[in-house]
């Protein structure tokens, strides 16, 4: 059964690291004109603002500019010309900081992820080459392909907030589990940092 959407102050009341944390178990929803897709977060990287992997760790951009709004702002971005990545905004007003959410383990509307993710893959695949059903722990695992198969979209959600838009969250479904520490994925500066937060043996956990 769908809970209620995490109010704002639930992103005010942590900083960036902890949110990071406490990110993991929630669900996340996209209520599209196609249907209603979701999944719950089981693997987490944060970005703080004097971290050099961080996009607000230069100057304050364009691209960037979400990520200065509230805490609970939707930051979308795009990377290598092709790949869009959902990051919820963290720490107070005016400070770039936020939250990559890296993998989702499926919950809803399984049909429709799988129709996008194919969709979106038969574009590079030749019209004789037969399209294989993507496998329930690959649809979200990695965050590249969970914004594809929730049909998130840097031109429709970036700069919007997670009660106040087409995408939310709401509470943990499950508490009861160990939460793994270690550096992030495919970067390489600030790649020391013990950043990035996961399930422990949660099977739609990106590889890495």
Same mark, same amino acid.
């Given at each position: +059964?769908? !809970?209620?959407?995490?109010?704002?102050?639930?992103?005010?009341?942590?900083?960036?690291?902890?949110?990071?944390?406490?990110?993991?178990?929630?669900?996340?929803?996209?209520?599209? @004109?196609?249907?209603?897709?979701?999944?719950?977060?089981? &693997?987490? &990287?944060?970005?703080?603002?004097?971290?050099?992997?961080?996009?607000?760790?230069?100057?304050?951009?364009?691209?960037?500019?979400? +990520?200065?709004?509230?805490?609970?702002?939707?930051?979308?971005?795009?990377?290598?010309?092709?790949?869009? =990545?959902?990051?919820?905004?963290?720490?107070?007003?005016?400070?770039?900081?936020?939250?990559?959410?890296?993998?989702?383990?499926?919950? !809803?509307?399984?049909?429709?992820?799988?129709?996008?993710?194919?969709?979106?893959?038969?574009?590079?695949?030749?019209?004789?080459?037969?399209?294989?059903?993507?496998?329930?722990?690959?649809? =979200?695992?990695?965050? !590249?392909?969970?914004?594809?198969? +929730?049909?998130?979209?840097?031109?429709?959600?970036?700069?919007?907030?997670?009660?106040?838009?087409?995408?939310?969250?709401?509470?943990?479904?499950?508490?009861?589990?160990?939460? +793994?520490?270690?550096?992030?994925?495919?970067?390489?500066?600030?790649?020391?940092? @013990?950043?990035?937060?996961?399930?422990?043996?949660?099977?739609?956990?990106?590889?890495?």
């Amino acid at each position: +059964m769908q !809970g209620s959407k995490l109010p704002l102050s639930f992103y005010h009341s942590h900083d960036t690291l902890s949110l990071a944390r406490n990110l993991l178990g929630c669900e996340l929803f996209h209520d599209s @004109p196609e249907g209603i897709t979701s999944g719950i977060i089981v &693997e987490t &990287e944060a970005y703080l603002r004097d971290d050099p992997a961080c996009h607000a760790f230069n100057r304050r951009t364009a691209r960037t500019e979400p +990520m200065y709004g509230e805490p609970g702002t939707i930051y979308v971005y795009l990377i290598y010309g092709m790949y869009q =990545c959902f990051n919820v905004v963290s720490n107070k007003a005016g400070i770039g900081e936020a939250v990559l959410i890296r993998a989702l383990q499926p919950t !809803g509307g399984l049909d429709l992820m799988q129709y996008r993710r194919q969709v979106i893959r038969a574009k590079a695949a030749t019209p004789a080459k037969p399209r294989k059903e993507i496998a329930l722990r690959e649809l =979200c695992r990695g965050p !590249g392909k969970l914004v594809k198969a +929730m049909g998130i979209d840097r031109a429709i959600h970036n700069n919007l907030t997670l009660t106040d838009s087409p995408l939310y969250l709401t509470a943990p479904l499950f508490t009861s589990f160990d939460v +793994m520490v270690t550096t992030r994925i495919g970067i390489n500066v600030g790649a020391d940092l @013990p950043y990035r937060f996961f399930v422990k043996n949660n099977p739609f956990v990106s590889r890495g």
